[in-house]
């Protein structure tokens, strides 16, 4: 089945810091990766996406993302964290398999920045 | 460009009523798709619409309902309300309804309080 894990529910770090969130999929074909961010009562803005080509995709609020096939992974960086980067984050995958057409998300990890 | 719009931003309603939330899509965006995003369940798809027919579903009942209109805006309809439909509601749209190549914008949501 397909699916979405997103190991870390909450991640603490102080501004300034380097930031990485995990996400591992499952899925049978080539996927169709994102990465939104959601802020308290607010919809879901999309940093970034992989559709295909180069691994290394950049999103916006100097997000990044790295697609590695060999560990299913799609793990969302940035190098120096804002305190505005609180959030919560979720990774989805692109399914498109028995006539669908959703993304399936992870569970999110919501992320709090210490001053 | 407006994004898309989603109203009301909050409902309140009591167990066995019916709740009626609209979207609109972003201008040209053909489909439009819905999601439920519960406490503790994660953000789930619910339905998908594309050229005004219903195209999929997600697992729920039938008494979630829904309509997209010729000017592509759509409707989710949910009778026989239940606590347990208390969700954040989201709404989002795409230009293609193609996965493959496409990609979902979604609104800020409709808050539902089951009473």
């Known amino acids: 089945a397909q699916s979405v894990t997103q190991p870390d529910i909450h991640i603490t770090v102080s501004e300034g810091a380097s930031l990485e969130l995990r996400c591992n999929y499952s899925?049978?074909?080539?996927?169709?990766l994102f990465w939104y961010v959601q802020s308290p009562g607010q919809g879901l803005q999309l940093l970034l996406k992989y559709f295909s080509g180069d691994t290394l995709v950049q999103g916006i609020k100097g997000f990044e993302a790295e697609f590695k096939r060999s560990q299913s992974s799609f793990n969302l960086r940035k190098p120096s964290v804002h305190w505005s980067d609180a959030a919560e984050y979720f990774c989805a995958v692109g399914s498109t398999s028995g006539g669908y057409n959703k993304l399936i998300f992870g569970a999110g990890t919501r992320l709090a920045v210490h001053p | 460009e407006a994004g898309v719009t989603q109203s009301p931003t909050h409902l309140i309603k009591t167990r066995g009523q019916q709740a009626t939330l609209r979207c609109s899509p972003i201008s040209g965006h053909t489909s439009v798709y819905w999601y439920q995003q519960a406490l503790g369940l994660g953000l789930q798809f619910l339905l998908w619409y594309d050229e005004g027919e219903e195209r999929n579903r997600g697992n729920f009942p039938p008494r979630f309902s829904g309509r997209q209109f010729p000017n592509y805006s759509s409707e989710l309809n949910v009778n026989a309300l239940e606590l347990e439909d208390s969700a954040l509601y989201l709404c989002a749209s795409s230009s293609m309804g193609r996965i493959s190549t496409d990609t979902q914008y979604f609104g800020p949501g409709t808050r539902l309080t089951v009473l």
């Open positions: 899925y049978g074909a080539t996927p169709y």
